[in-house]
């Protein structure tokens, strides 16, 4: 099947940070979440995706066109939740629907005033008086009511309280009983992800860590514990990331926790990694996950 995104050998210079040769493939039919620290370059990435930024160099495919050349085209299909408001803040959710539904080719009045009466959206009142998480809402009915394949989130539940993100993530699940949906959702809440994400990738400092499935990343990596002297030992420290240590021991990321099992046994504790656990020894130690 082919990718619904590529992104190839991408780069981007900003004032202070650069994202640097990204490489990501994005599968068609899932849930794909963006993690990573802020300032690590996932909004960076989305908004080259969308040509909101001009790439310095590299190449972003969408349903297998030049991102480019047929950017018209692909943003009929993609529905785009943004981290703030970019709409008409002084006037209504009616009016704001009145003006930018024309431009879409396939846009639903039904299925926008169902999302409306569903996320209890007051119709006549201007943005400007509303709460972030009804503007999130908003942008949520607006991008699901125009037959978008992609979904594209940038920190959509970011500084909402966790009914209203509980029932974001209730939705998502429910479009993605359609296969023809794709959805990909930049957070740090990584929580968020592991209720609904089959799909991680992971940016730090402008670059991808990783990407790949969901299940597979925590069953990986397990966060080790022991004895600081245990370090000294080249072989096992090959086998780390993110080493944090003190005067009491140390703890680190790895992915080759049977071999550390079978070598070091009841020297080390061996505890599951959560994503968070995965960002904060990446971000906070001397290494890579």
């Known amino acids: 099947m082919e990718p619904i995104l ?15 040769d990204i490489n990501l493939v994005i599968p068609k039919g899932y ?24 790439k310095d160099s590299g190449e972003i495919r969408v349903f297998g066109q030049n991102h480019d050349q047929f950017e018209k085209e692909f943003k009929q299909k993609v529905g785009f939740v943004y ?15 009145s003006i930018i539904a ?12 169902e999302y409306v009466e569903k996320f209890e959206l007051p119709l006549r009142k201007k943005l400007k008086d509303l709460s972030r998480g009804m503007k999130t809402k908003f942008s ?35 479009i993605m009983q359609d296969d023809n949906h794709t959805v990909i959702f930049s957070t740090h809440i990584t929580s968020d992800l592991e209720r609904i994400a ?19 990343i925590l069953e990986s990596y397990r966060v080790v514990k022991g004895d600081r002297e ?7 420290s090959a086998m780390l990331s993110g080493v944090i240590a003190n005067q ?19 020297r080390v504790v061996l505890d599951k990694a959560s994503l968070d656990d995965i960002i904060l020894y990446t971000v906070r130690g001397n290494g890579n996950a």
């Not at 024309?102 to 005033?113: H, L, S």
């Open 248 to 266: 009491f021991g140390f703890e680190a990321l790895t992915n080759q926790s049977a071999n550390i099992q079978k070598a070091f046994k009841d």
């Open 230 to 236: 245990l370090l000294a030992d080249q072989t096992f």
């Open 83 to 97: 981290d703030e408001n970019h709409f008409y803040e002084h006037l209504s959710i009616e009016e704001n629907r």
């Open 102 to 113: 024309p431009f879409y080719n396939n846009w639903d009045n039904r299925v926008f005033y």
């Open 140 to 174: 949520l009915a607006l991008a699901l009511s125009h037959q978008a394949e992609l979904i594209i989130m940038d920190e959509p539940t970011s500084g909402l309280d966790p009914v209203f993100r509980h029932e974001l993530l209730d939705t998502l699940a429910d």
């Open 198 to 216: 089959d799909y991680i990738c992971f940016i730090n400092h402008g670059q991808v860590v990783f990407c790949d499935i969901m299940d597979k």
């Open 31 to 54: 849930i794909i979440g963006i993690i990573g620290p802020n300032g690590a370059g996932k909004t960076t990435t989305i908004k080259l995706i969308m040509n909101l930024l001009k």
């Open 6 to 20: 590529e992104i190839r050998g991408l780069n981007k210079q900003l004032a202070g940070f650069q994202l640097k």
